[in-house]
């Protein structure tokens, strides 16, 4: 049975960083697009992060580029997201998502064969 599971959300102040990882027990890891989505209270899922299936190339929404660094480890199956200067508005569950898909049509959550279940993660101010 294919997971992703997603680790390391929490409580934090304004300004401060997190890390979140997702390992994933899905076969030929390293052949999909990996991502980050996330969904704040009231609000539809939206794209944050997403990562080429080699590491290489990444793209960002414009609200957390240059805070935001998605990252991943094929040997250990794991894709992370370094959150750093975070702000109230970064309040949401993330998911982790993995894709047949490149890179650019994933962050428009097209082509998304795996989810994981969310890692809550509160900001405040």
């Known amino acids: 049975q294919v997971q992703l599971v997603e680790s390391g959300g929490g409580l934090v102040q304004a300004g401060a960083s997190l890390r979140l990882s997702c390992a994933a027990s899905?076969?030929?890891?390293?052949?999909?697009?990996m991502g980050w989505f996330r969904q704040a209270p009231g609000k539809d899922r939206e794209f944050v992060a997403t990562?080429?299936?080699?590491?290489?190339?990444?793209y960002y929404s414009d609200f957390v580029k240059g805070r935001f660094i998605i990252s991943r480890d094929n040997a250990k199956k794991t894709v992370y997201l370094q959150m750093n200067s975070l702000k109230p508005e970064d309040t949401a569950v993330y998911y982790c998502?993995?894709?047949?898909?490149?890179?650019?049509?994933?962050?428009?959550?097209?082509?998304?064969?795996?989810w994981g279940k969310g890692t809550l993660v509160t900001v405040s101010s």
């Open positions: 990562l080429s299936w080699s590491g290489t190339d990444t």
């Open positions: 899905v076969g030929s890891f390293s052949s999909y697009s």
């Open positions: 998502a993995a894709a047949k898909s490149s890179l650019y049509t994933m962050a428009l959550q097209y082509g998304i064969v795996y």
